[in-house]
């Protein structure tokens, strides 16, 4: 089985504060994949990043940076400089083998992020 | 953007009462997913599909059924509704064909069994 936890159920900051969003996951395949997705108050589910169990490389892209460790099965979400655009609902998910699991993706129970002008 | 669409938007609908949602894709992709999404859960799957009459259940079948005669068409069917499914319902797809593979969502219909 498959579970994703977000332990953060709400977050609050300040514009331009840096702010880190936990994702913690478990599964048995050896072979995974981890997204985040962001979810802004319109409702939409927005795609973010996409990492394979076997890179390891942290992420930048932008504001938004992610950090992926398989020893903590850990893959936490930074966003440096919030700005209030960055509020919004985030995910983080968890597909396993594709063969095996069909690809199903189990998501976290999400963090709402609210930052503040 | 990717093509999905899920119809109706919003229903309101009455306990015991069959319902049907839909979702259309112009992208032909493979794979087709329902989720339901509530405060607490996030969002948790009901159904899925990896071809045309290929289904499975996820964590939250029970009271669900799903049907996909055709690649473009994912229909969720809630044979007797109760107050339990009011939630807001996702449709998604994906084809993972490549690296960077992922799940588009659709907009999502919001569905009220009163």
């Known amino acids: 089985a498959q579970k994703v936890t977000q332990a953060q159920t709400e977050i609050s900051v300040v514009e331009k504060e840096d702010v880190t969003l936990d994702c913690v996951y478990e599964t048995r395949d050896t072979t995974y994949y981890l997204f985040w997705y962001k979810q802004p108050p319109s409702g939409e589910l927005v795609f973010l990043i996409r990492?394979?169990?076997?890179?390891?490389q942290n992420e930048i892209s932008g504001r938004y940076s992610w950090n992926f460790q398989k020893s903590t099965s850990s893959f936490n979400f930074t966003i440096t400089a919030s700005q209030v655009v960055d509020s919004a609902v985030y995910f983080c998910?968890?597909?396993?083998?594709?063969?095996?699991?069909?690809?199903?993706?189990?998501f976290g129970e999400g963090t709402q992020l609210t930052v503040n002008p | 953007d990717a093509g999905i669409t899920q119809s109706p938007r919003h229903k309101v609908t009455e306990t015991g009462t069959p319902v049907t949602l839909r979702c259309h894709q112009t992208e032909n992709h493979r794979y087709m997913y329902w989720y339901r999404q509530d405060p607490g859960h996030g969002l948790r799957l009901i159904h899925y599909s990896y071809g045309v009459k290929d289904t499975d259940k996820g964590e939250v079948s029970d009271g669900y059924s799903v049907s996909r005669s055709k690649t473009e068409d994912f229909l969720l069917t809630l044979e007797s509704a109760t107050s339990s499914q009011t939630s807001v319902y996702f449709c998604a797809i994906a084809n993972y064909r490549g690296p960077n593979e992922k799940l588009f969502f659709g907009s999502g219909t919001q569905l009220s069994v009163l």
């Open positions: 990492r394979n169990s076997f890179d390891e």
């Open positions: 998910a968890l597909s396993g083998n594709k063969e095996t699991s069909g690809s199903r993706l189990t």
